[in-house]
């Protein structure tokens, strides 16, 4: 049964950081792309960045501010996420993209973290 757990969400003041993990189990880890997706209160599914063994992918406002990799020894994934900003609190999910290719087919999902940013 695959099994994808979140943490590290939390309180942060714009500008700092926090690094988020993903524990996975039920499946070879490193055999998958995975992913990164968040929603905001009031708003839809918006895709964060994506990672398989070659390369990783961001959306253009997160990039050069967000970081993902992977540990595939430890089956977890990571998103640091540096100088956040008022639009970056969400509800933060890894995701199991459905090949090792980026095709952004997702099977399953983590139960999520709570980002929250604010002075």
């Known amino acids: 049964q695959v099994q994808l757990v979140e943490s590290g969400g939390g309180l942060v003041q714009p500008g700092g950081s926090l690094r988020l993990s993903c524990a996975a189990s039920g499946f070879t880890f490193s055999k998958y792309a995975m992913t990164w997706v968040r929603q905001a209160p009031g708003k839809g599914l918006e895709w964060v960045s994506d990672?398989?063994?070659?390369?990783?992918y961001y959306t253009d406002s997160m990039k050069g501010r967000f970081t993902i990799s992977r540990d595939n020894a430890k089956n977890t994934l990571y998103l640091q996420m540096n100088s956040l900003k008022p639009e970056d609190p969400a509800v933060y999910y890894c995701?199991?993209?459905?090949?090792?290719?980026?095709?952004?087919?997702?099977?399953?999902w983590g139960q999520g973290t709570l980002v929250t940013v604010s002075s």
């Open positions: 995701a199991k993209d459905v090949s090792e290719g980026n095709s952004r087919d997702l099977d399953a």
């Open positions: 990672i398989n063994s070659r390369s990783t």
